[in-house]
């Protein structure tokens, strides 16, 4: 390639990935909003912490093998819609549900997907809800949906999956068997604190919905 191609591809790259990045802080000012209102209103704060990230390039380019998708700027548009990401850690299983309606019933918010790993963990027990929506941007040339993936989890559910992607990465996906069944097993410990912490929050807050053993998928 020539360098002015390779300037254009540059140039191409950095229009194709902007509007995630404001699709990105579309939906941080709706969460931070959210956060807000609560601490205001009800006095309480649903949301512990908040995350972004852009997609890397690499990491896009992976993705773009793994799917077998074409390596265009259109079709990868289509075909990965992880691209811009937000992840919502909160104190109790019950909020992640609550901002997770919040969030969907908004006008401008569209549904495009939804993976509950909370009513169905993964086998090796990975919990949280993805949802994946699109919410327009205004450019100077007109709006344009991007969508915008979103997980949702308890402080719970989000430390036992740091933990577990770190150990995936450092051992490039081939985990050594005992380890994955403590994996596993940690993972029911974080569920079983989920339990306990959701009906210390229930008694604490006067709630007479009763003691709850095991967690629904929604509340
Ligand atoms: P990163 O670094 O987080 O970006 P799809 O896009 O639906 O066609 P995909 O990507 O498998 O297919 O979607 P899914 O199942 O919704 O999961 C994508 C993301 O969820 C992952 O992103 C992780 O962030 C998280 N995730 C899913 N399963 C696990 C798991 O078993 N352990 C942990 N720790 N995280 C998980 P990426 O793309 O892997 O990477």
Redesign the pocket.
């Known amino acids: 390639a020539t360098l002015s191609e390779v300037q254009a591809f540059r140039d191409d790259f950095a229009r194709f990935i902007m509007p995630y990045k404001f699709g990105i802080d579309e939906i941080s000012t709706k969460v931070g909003i959210l956060r807000e209102e609560f601490a205001e209103l009800h006095d309480y704060n649903p949301i512990e912490h908040i995350s972004s ?1 852009l ?1 890397s390039p690499e ?1 896009i380019e992976q ?1 773009v093998v793994r ?1 077998n998708c074409e390596p265009s700027f259109d079709a990868i548009r289509e075909a ?3 691209i811009a ?1 937000i992840r919502i850690v909160c104190s109790f299983q019950s909020d992640v549900y609550r901002v997770f309606d919040l969030l969907t019933a908004q006008a401008d918010v569209r549904v495009l ?1 939804v ?1 509950d ?1 909370i009513a169905h963990p ?1 086998p ?1 027990g ?1 919990k ?1 809800l ?1 949802v ?1 929506v699109e919410v327009p941007v205004f450019l100077s040339e007109g709006p344009v949906m991007v969508p915008v ?1 979103i ?1 949702l989890r308890t402080v719970a559910m989000d430390f ?3 933990l ?2 770190k150990i ?1 990465y450092k051992y490039d996906g081939e985990v050594p068997e005992g380890l994955l069944r403590d994996l596993t097993d940690a993972a029911g410990t974080a569920n079983q604190l989920d339990v306990t912490m959701e009906n210390l929050h229930r008694q604490v807050r006067g709630d007479d919905r009763g003691t709850v053993y095991s967690l629904p998928a929604s509340n």
């Open positions: 990230r997609k990491s993705k799917k990965i819609t992880d990401g997907r993976k790993y993964k090796n990975y949280s993805h994946i993936e997980q036992w999956a740091s577990e992607h995936y």
